[in-house]
Structure formats: C-alpha cells, structure tokens
C-alpha cells in the first residue's frame, strides 16, 4: 500500500497521495475502492500533470465520515474543501463508478474550478445496475452482518464480477488489498451506510454541465448516457472492459486522458 500524507477537512482527516508536475488532475476512485484504484494510471499520468489522489470519506486510509453524511454532493463539497486546502484552486477531475458521480457534481456545483471533466463508467443515472456489493448491503437481513464481517471470499467474488475480459488483474495481490482497506475499523459500517443512503436523483441536470467532458465507458457496462447528455462531449468505448477500467487497463484510460488534455 502507499505512502500517503492527510490533512483535515470538515473536521474529517482526508488520506491522499500527489505527484507530478504541470496542471492539476484530481483522481477519484470508486466505492469500495481507494486511491490504489488510479495508481498505475497515476504513474502515466505524473509525467505531465499534478495528479492528486484522495481515499474517498468512508474508503480506503480516510475511513468513515464522523456524521455519516454520504451524499454525493456532500462528497463533492468535501472535495471542493479538501482543494482548497491544498491551493489547488483549478484542476481536472478523473472518477471511475462513484468518483464519477462526485466528479460530475463538482462540475455542477463548482464550474468555475472545474477545467475538464473525465467520467469513467461514471454513475448517476437511475436505471444503472448495482454492484453486488451494494445490492447486499441493502439487504435489511444482511446489513447488521455486513457492518462486522465480510470474507475474503466475498471481497474476491466482488472483484471478480466487476472486471472484463482481463480477469487476471484479480490475484492474490489485489483481493488482499482491497480486503484489508475494506477491513479497516468502521470501513465496512461506512460503506453499509453509504449504501442505504438516500441520493437525491439529479440526472436532469447533467446537460448543463458546461465543462469540456471525456467519456470513457466499458461497452457492457449500462446506465451511461453521459457522452448522450452533456453538450460536446467525447466518447471512448472499451470493448472488452468491466466496471474497473482505470485498474483493468491503465494504459488505454491513461492515454485517453492524455490526448484529451494535450
């Protein structure tokens, strides 16, 4: 697991990684996840840009937020702070699944900070299919469990159902990290609790959305009408990817990225 350096955000100690040099790029990972979830896409990107990472409240070093508020635009706020806090007053916002939520929001609710826009199997539509993970933990029998325990076995059959065709990246390796973030005090509560969240949907809004938009999307991956929505936006489709396509192919989501911003 990396290095990380923390600083406090709405009372909250928000874990982070940042290297590089050039314009800012903030990369949020998804639920479930952690900023690992963007370390080999990191690496590529570093060369060329500022690329900051956080762990999300309620994932990965970060761990749960103290009021257990886990709207989207409460996370998008927070991440709004947490720039703030490190002089970062643009930059370019990356999310994968959540993280793409929380990154079209930003762009929403803070369009004058926002340069560019990259959404990655992005979530926010109402009709997108729920991982298996959420699907438990909004199991009314299942959520008092959850909040104690979670096999490694069931943190492996996650992954696996998540990824594509490259279905080797699931090893030992990455089931044992994921686990153990997962398993951090209070992690697997948060993640129960940001489950059964109430999001209010704002799907209608996303063709205001005003900022230069990248849509990279998965081709079996539903609920993705964003490249359909927001005005000018472009559009690449992976055709053989999962849910995971920054971890499942890092070169392709990195070079993506590098041609958008150039």
Known sequence: MERTRS????????????????????????????????GRVAELLSAS???????????????????????????????????????????A??????????????????PDRVDALILVNATGYPGKTLPAGLRLARNPLLRPL???WLPRGATERGLREAVGANSAIVDDAMVDRVHALTSRPGNRSAFVDFANTDQPDRSAEIPRIAVPTLVLRSAEVDG??????????????????????PE?????????????LR
Do not use: C, K, M
Request: aromatic residues 8%.
């Open 93 to 110: 916002v990356a999310g994968n699944s959540l993280g793409g939520n929380i990154a079209w929001n930003l762009a929403l609710d803070a």
């Open 248 to 260: 499942e192919d890092p070169a392709w989501v990195a070079a993506a990225i590098t041609d958008f």
């Open 49 to 91: 840009h500022d690329v900051i990472r956080p762990d999300l409240p309620g994932f990965g070093r970060t761990g749960p937020r103290p009021d257990r508020d886990y709207r989207i635009r409460t996370y998008a706020g927070t991440i709004a702070r947490f720039l703030t806090a490190l002089g970062v007053p643009h930059f």
């Open 146 to 148: 959850l909040r104690r």
């Open 7 to 38: 600083l406090v955000v709405d009372g909250h100690r928000i874990h982070y990684v940042r290297a590089g040099q050039g314009a800012a790029l903030v990369l949020l990972h998804g639920s479930g996840s952690s900023l690992e979830g963007f």
């Open 224 to 245: 993705q009408h964003f490249a359909r929505d927001i005005p000018g936006a472009r559009e690449h489709v992976h055709a053989d990817g999962g849910h995971l396509l």
